[in-house]
Structures are given as C-alpha cells and as structure tokens.
C-alpha cells in the first residue's frame, strides 16, 4: 500500500522535495493557498515536471489520516496552517519540518495531535518564482536525527536524486545551518543584495560578527560549531553564482514577511537560557523586523 503523503506550503524548499518524492513514484498531496496544476523544478538546463495532487481548503481533504507530512510553509505561518495538521495528522504520522532554526519540535508538538515530529536541516538552495515552479542551484540534502521515524523517511527518496542524511549528532548539526543561516540571510535581506555581497569587507565583517555569538551560545549548550566554519560559509557565498540568494532576501524582494525571529530571535533566546549575550543577533532582529 503506497503511504499518503501531503506537504503543507509548497514553497522552494518544499517544492524541490516534493517533486522529488513524485519523481520516485509516490503520491503526494500538496496543501496550499494559491493552486497550481504542475510542479517543476528547474536545475541548471534541466527540468523536473510532475503533477501532484492540489489542495487549497483542508476540509477537501479525506477522513484518513496521512502518514507523512512535510511542513514548508515559513515558521511564522505555521500557527496558520493548524487546520491543515488538524486534518492530516493523528499519533501515527510523523511530521517533517522543512523549516529554519532550531525550534521546530517545540513549535510543532502542540499542533500535530500526537504525531512524531521529525525536525530537518535543509541544504537545498532553491528560489520560488511561481506557483508550483522552483529554480534549483545548489544542494539537495537533508539531514534528519536518528529517532523512530528517520529511516521510513529516508526510504522514501530511495529512487530520487534528493539525499537524506541520518545522523545521531543532529544537534551539531542544527547549530552549524543556524550559524550559515544567520550569517547570510539577514545581510542579504538589508542591503537587498545577492551572495556576491559577502566579497565586500563590511558583510564579511557582520556575518563574522553574527557567527561569533552564535557559536558561543552553541558552546554554552555543550556544542560545538567548527571555528572554520565562518570562514568557509564567508567563502563560498562570495564566491558563489551572482544570481545565488537567500530564502529571506527573496522573501523581502516579494514583500512577504520574514523569518527574523525563527533564525535571530532562536539565538537570542537560546543566549538568554546561558547568560550569553548576543548584541549583534538581536540588532538584526530588529531592524529586520522594520522591513515589513
């Protein structure tokens, strides 16, 4: 029996995995506000083109639970997606959230009725142009701890060219996509510019900055992010395609509100629990916030 699958928003992450999840044969039912009929995802001259199943009220939905939901929609609407959770989730799904920071099972938990939540770290740079069309550049991972529901979900890309990575240290690794998080996204997101911004000394200089209070709150967790790791997050979005961006800095071009506080206040807050201050963190957060 094929297991029901359904991802809430399909955005630009969640449309790449989504299609990858049609592409392998599955079907899989996409919760959205604005409809579309196809899902394409395009890589480089490539394009990957399916045909999911689209829904747009969650009372459309059939009594059976689902057996795998795929969360994409933005952290700060997924209080707003409850009726969606209402309608697929029961205790034996479980729940993948393909979104930023390090909060999702707290957030999640309350909302999904029992459910196994399954939280993601996205490697996966994508941007959204239209409904139901993704352009892909780079990376395709997502690394997920090792807990009841992992290899059940990490089966289910078997036949894609999407990688699920099982690991035991997800902490670790959480804390290291929220260090390249916070150093990339809100720099981009204020000064409206794309990756090539980080050659210029004065970006490279605040996300080095950013990166320094983030490791030390990781520290003061017991975990540690690599000291290299700032340098060669700095690296590779200089040096990166001049059309690479960030999911908040394509957020701020279309006006959408931003996930300041899912990447910035996560720190601050995760500082406060240790008595470690995070004076940078928290001015990105405010001014981010004035941007909408």
Not at 153 to 168: I, K, M, P, T, Y
Not at 206 to 211: E, G, S, T, V
């Amino acid at each position: 029996m094929n297991p029901r699958i359904a991802t809430v928003g399909v955005g630009a992450v969640a449309g790449y995995f989504t299609a990858q999840l049609l592409a392998a044969g599955h079907d899989v039912t996409c919760c959205v506000r604005t409809p579309f009929t196809d899902l394409m995802v395009h890589t480089g001259g490539d394009v990957l083109h399916t045909t999911p199943d689209v829904v747009t009220d969650p009372s459309a939905l059939p009594d059976t639970k689902a057996d795998w939901v795929l969360v994409g929609v933005k952290v700060h609407q997924t209080a707003g997606a409850a009726a969606w959770f209402d309608a697929l989730c029961g205790p034996d799904t479980v729940v993948v959230a393909l979104q930023n920071g390090i909060e999702a099972v707290e957030r999640l938990t309350p909302l999904v009725h029992g459910a196994e939540v399954l939280p993601a770290v996205v490697y996966c740079g994508a941007e959204l142009v239209a409904p139901g069309e993704v352009v892909h550049r780079t990376n395709r991972t997502l690394v997920i701890p090792d807990q009841p529901g992992a290899a059940g979900f990490a089966s289910l890309f078997g036949q894609s060219d999407a990688r699920v990575d099982v690991r035991a240290d997800w902490a670790t690794a959480a804390w290291e996509k929220l260090c390249g998080n916070a150093m990339a996204n809100g720099v981009t997101a204020l000064t409206g510019q794309r990756s090539p911004v980080f050659g210029r000394p004065e970006a490279a200089r605040a996300a080095l900055a950013i990166a320094s209070e983030v490791r030390a709150v990781a520290l003061a967790h017991g975990i540690t992010v690599s000291a290299e790791l700032p340098g060669l997050v700095v690296d590779a979005l200089a040096g990166g395609p001049a059309d690479g961006g960030t999911s908040m800095l394509y957020d701020r071009m279309a006006g959408r509100p931003l996930e300041h506080d899912a990447i910035y206040g996560a720190v601050v807050r995760a500082g406060a629990k240790v008595a470690v201050p995070t004076p940078v963190c928290q001015l990105f957060d405010d001014l981010l916030a004035c941007t909408v």
